[in-house]
């Protein structure tokens, strides 16, 4: 029987949210919900520019145009239409035909509907498309 050291399954498990975290999230959802519409109205005026007076110490008033700010834009489309995927390219003309088949393997275990091996070579069924590779 061991003595101490790391266990299998002992711990809190990945993810669990204690009751301070889950207090604390509770509270800031509570006072961004409260402070919603005043919010969006904040987001909105940034994504479309907004023209301010301002008075100076001086006793003169200024008034000048914010341009319209793309960040806010962005944030605003993406909420709506969701964050486009970025595209990653990797030149793997440095690997050979075996290093190559393996990592194909390696990167798409997850298509396979039982996640297993193909031992004897034989292609697997995919559970959702592969798309086709096409050379650069």
């Given at each position: 029987m061991s003595r101490g050291g790391k266990r299998p399954g002992a711990g809190r498990p990945k993810g669990a949210v204690t009751r301070i975290k889950h207090d604390s999230l509770s509270a800031g959802e509570k006072r961004i919900g409260d402070r919603l519409p005043t919010l969006l109205d904040n987001l909105f005026a940034l994504a479309d520019g907004v023209k301010e007076e301002r008075e100076l110490p001086s006793g003169k008033t200024i008034v000048y145009t914010t341009p319209p700010d793309l960040r806010?834009?962005?944030?605003?489309?993406?909420?709506?239409?969701?964050?486009?995927?970025?595209?990653?390219?990797?030149?793997?003309?440095?690997?050979?035909?075996?290093?190559?088949?393996?990592?194909?393997?390696?990167?798409?275990?997850?298509?396979?509907?039982?996640?297993?091996?193909?031992?004897?070579?034989?292609?697997?069924?995919?559970?959702?498309?592969?798309?086709?590779h096409e050379p650069s």
């Open positions: 806010a834009n962005i944030y605003l489309v993406d909420r709506v239409l969701g964050k486009p995927t970025n595209r990653h390219e990797h030149d793997l003309s440095h690997l050979s035909d075996e290093e190559l088949i393996a990592r194909a393997t390696e990167l798409f275990a997850d298509f396979r509907p039982d996640g297993a091996d193909s031992s004897d070579g034989t292609p697997c069924q995919a559970s959702r498309p592969v798309p086709p």
